[in-house]
Nanobody, 118 residues
């Protein structure tokens, strides 16, 4: 059973930064892609950033230039560095991994809450 465990969420003021981590129980290169999603209660889950190994990283327009997706393959961990945070970035952030992306993601973490105060 593949496990994805997010950490790093919390409360931050607008303009601040947070770094989310996602540790996997499997070699990250055993997936063909990994992504960060977020969800606000009552709204659909949205893709924030996704990386397909060997290709460019996708960022949602709303976060491009502020968020950066990175990895540490030795630790089987990926990160989402979030800078210049805005109140509208408040959400539960989920890490996901897929073996047939973009045809969906196969594995999901339980999420970590990010709250940005104004």
């Amino acid at each position: 059973q593949v496990q994805l465990v997010e950490s790093g969420g919390g409360l931050v003021q607008a303009g601040g930064s947070l770094r989310l981590s996602c540790a996997t129980s499997r070699n990250i290169f055993s997936f063909n892609a990994m992504g960060w999603y977020r969800q606000v209660p009552g709204k659909q889950r949205e893709l924030v950033a996704a990386i397909t190994w060997g290709r460019s990283t996708y960022y949602a327009t709303s976060v491009e230039g502020r968020f950066t997706f990175s990895k540490d393959s030795a630790k089987n961990t990926v990160y989402l560095q979030m800078n210049s945070l805005k109140p509208e970035d408040t959400a539960v952030y989920y890490c996901a991994a897929g073996t047939d992306y973009p045809n969906g993601m196969d594995y999901w973490g339980k999420g970590t809450l990010v709250t940005v105060s104004s």
